[in-house]
């Protein structure tokens, strides 16, 4: 089985700020990653699809990058709106989520 | 509107059985894989099993022989069925419409699903 980690598992932003989540899948999984957005009490929102496709609705301040086994999720101008844990998911090989990031406000 | 809605859920005392369901609505139920994730009490999301548009299932190796996924066209109902519970298997249990194989845009609410004596 392929398996994600993901971090860091916790982040400290301030409004405006860009940050960066990482996943390492323990074997190439080709870009097929996806990352979804979940706040408290509410199912996962998808954000973006193969590596850095970005699903319909999601602002462009969400961004994916990597190949191989490594990959990144970006936001940059960080909002009040985006706090929330986040999560890698890989589908090259059945499905692995990530551990998650939970992003709060510094 | 694309609708998933899970029922089913409760307290279970560990070793019993539960089934779960996944009502869909606003799209051709038939055509789509779906999937099940779970969430434990202030964990991350793991997930569970998938069953293709014909039939076809993968579980993850923790429910692999325990659970069973199914799905009725006819009833547009997707369905879990969980034996042999455990304490872990304590969650909140989502059903989600596949996209190329993975849980895509559209999940339901989730059930809570408890196992404790």
């Known amino acids: 089985d392929i398996q994600m980690t993901q971090s860091p598992p916790s982040l400290s932003a301030s409004l405006g700020d860009k940050v960066t989540i990482t996943c390492q899948a323990s074997?190439?999984?080709?870009?097929?990653i996806a990352w979804y957005q979940q706040k408290p009490g509410k199912a996962p929102r998808q954000l973006i699809r193969?590596?850095?496709t970005l699903v319909s609705g999601t602002p462009s301040r969400f961004s994916g990058s990597g190949s191989g086994r490594d990959y990144s999720f970006s936001i940059s101008n960080v909002e009040s709106e985006d706090i929330a844990s986040y999560y890698c998911l890989q589908y090259d090989n059945l499905n692995t989520f990530g551990a998650g990031t939970k992003l709060e406000l510094k | 509107a694309v609708q998933l809605v899970e029922s089913g859920g409760g307290l279970v005392q560990p070793g019993k059985s539960l089934k779960l369901s996944c009502s869909a609505s606003g799209f051709t139920f038939s055509s789509y894989g779906m999937h099940w994730i779970r969430q434990a009490p202030g964990k991350g999301l793991d997930w569970v099993a998938y069953i293709s548009s014909s039939s076809g299932t993968v579980y993850a190796d923790a429910v692999k022989e325990r659970f069973t996924i199914s799905r009725d066209n006819a009833k547009n109902t997707l369905y879990l069925q969980l034996n042999s519970l455990k304490s872990e298997d304590t969650a909140i249990y989502y059903c989600?419409?596949?996209?190329?194989?993975?849980?895509?845009?559209?999940w339901g609410q989730g059930v809570m699903v408890t196992v404790s004596s």
């Open positions: 074997q190439n999984i080709n870009k097929y």
């Open positions: 193969y590596t850095s």
């Open positions: 989600a419409r596949s996209s190329n194989n993975y849980p895509g845009g559209y």
